[in-house]
């Protein structure tokens, strides 16, 4: 098994506090696995096996918990009387009334607990209200572009691989196959599965294919400003009923099933968010390759950006779109105190300085960089560093 060390760390970070740590992701991304590496490493380190429950509830075997009063009753007859408990709940959201169960075993019993969930709506509603202050969120993402590395087995030289994860993205069972069309058939089964069962499901849709519509025009648009507006007008244009306030409503309903992520736009100068447009960036280019039927060459430079802005989630940023007077900066990263500045471009233009000229407008001293696709950038411009986006992305 590859172990995905960086969630496993994150993990053991919150290991025996009182937080119950709500585990969160797209279906698919892996969330099941790093629960259960967990549990392994658990095992591992002396604790009983009855010391453990684990719970699936998209298994059958649990389908007779799925209200909170069974579920309830399932652990307290499991529970090791005066030893401590570490309790999981994979997909926990199809418990009717759940956060009132977890929320009882926080109180009633010496537990440890961890919940996972494909859905945003995790960590709103009655679960706030009662853990306030009690939970903690890690979000999982499909593999990074070094876990990438390491499930591919990989021994073709780094740039082409790069390639390959454009194209063919970071989920785990997709990287886990060899043959092409599998892969294809294995992204279009997750993206059906996702929209169907995280979005339409959920929300009761009656017009699934305005929602398709809706999903499809924002893959095909990754890196561009995106308002509800814009697509209602596109869409209007097509022949289809559709007014901003339902294509907003499904906007919504894509990123709380972690299939978009908003970059929205702050005023570096006026430091607050403007309202007009974001920038929308998918979960997983293979996801919106295989839906567009396109590859790596086709819009490759919003494509890398695409993967940068995931990393930059992936390393605990929160990450914005910059704009500085009549400039704009790809991202705003911010950890803590912490923040940095990036550009992200194939190659440096030969004609101008805008990506250097833009992170060089800014007149504090945070950390900058601009992040290049050509090999041949490489290097230092009025002391700002140009790093390869492969390099950046295994450092």
């Not at 903690?136 to 993402?141: D, G, K, Q, T």
Request: charged residues 25%; contains cysteine; aromatic residues 12%.
């Amino acid at each position: 098994m590859v172990v995905r060390q960086l969630y496993l760390d994150r993990l053991k970070k919150y290991q025996d506090t009182e937080f119950v740590k709500v585990i969160t992701g797209v279906r698919r991304s892996g969330k099941t696995f790093v629960l259960r590496m967990f549990r392994d490493y658990l095992q591992e380190s002396g604790i009983a096996s009855n010391q453990i429950i684990f719970i699936n509830f998209e298994s059958m075997k649990y389908q007779h918990l799925l209200t909170k009063e069974a579920l309830y009753q399932y652990v307290t007859e499991h529970v090791v009387a005066h030893r401590k408990m570490y309790l999981f709940f994979d997909e926990v959201q199809r418990v009717v009334g759940w956060e009132d169960a977890i929320n009882s075993f926080r109180v009633d019993f010496d537990a440890d607990i961890y919940v996972s969930g494909s859905n945003a709506s995790l960590l709103s509603g009655e679960l706030a209200t009662l853990l306030t202050g009690r939970m903690i969120e890690i979000p999982i993402y499909p593999l990074s572009f070094k876990e990438f590395l390491q499930f591919t087995k990989n021994t073709k030289p780094l740039e082409l691989a790069f390639n390959d994860y454009v194209t063919e993205g970071g989920f785990p069972a997709v990287a886990l196959v060899d043959d092409a069309e599998v892969k294809r058939s294995v992204l279009d089964g997750i993206y059906s599965s996702i929209l169907l069962r995280d979005v339409n499901e959920r929300a009761a849709i009656r017009n699934d294919g305005m929602l398709t519509q809706v999903a499809t025009y924002l893959l095909s648009e990754i890196g561009n400003p995106i308002s509800g507006n814009k697509i209602s007008g596109v869409l209007q244009n097509e022949g289809w009923k559709v007014n901003p306030t339902s294509t907003l409503r499904y906007m919504g309903l894509l990123c709380d099933a972690f299939i978009f992520y908003p970059a929205k736009r702050y005023d570096l100068r006026g430091k607050n968010y403007l309202r007009s447009t974001a920038k929308y960036y998918a979960v997983d280019t293979g996801l919106r390759n295989v839906t567009l039927n396109r590859n790596y060459r086709d819009n490759f430079g919003h494509q890398i950006e695409n993967i940068v802005y995931l990393e930059l989630l992936r390393r605990g940023y929160r990450v914005d779109v910059g704009k500085y007077d009549d400039q704009e900066i790809d991202f705003v990263a911010k950890r803590g105190s912490e923040v940095a500045y990036y550009q992200v471009t194939m190659q440096l233009p030969t004609k101008d300085n805008r990506e250097i000229g833009n992170l060089q407008a800014l007149a504090d001293n945070y950390p900058k960089t601009l992040i290049t696709a050509n090999r041949m950038d490489v290097g230092e411009a009025a002391g700002i560093p140009i790093v390869h986006i492969v390099d950046w992305l295994l450092n």
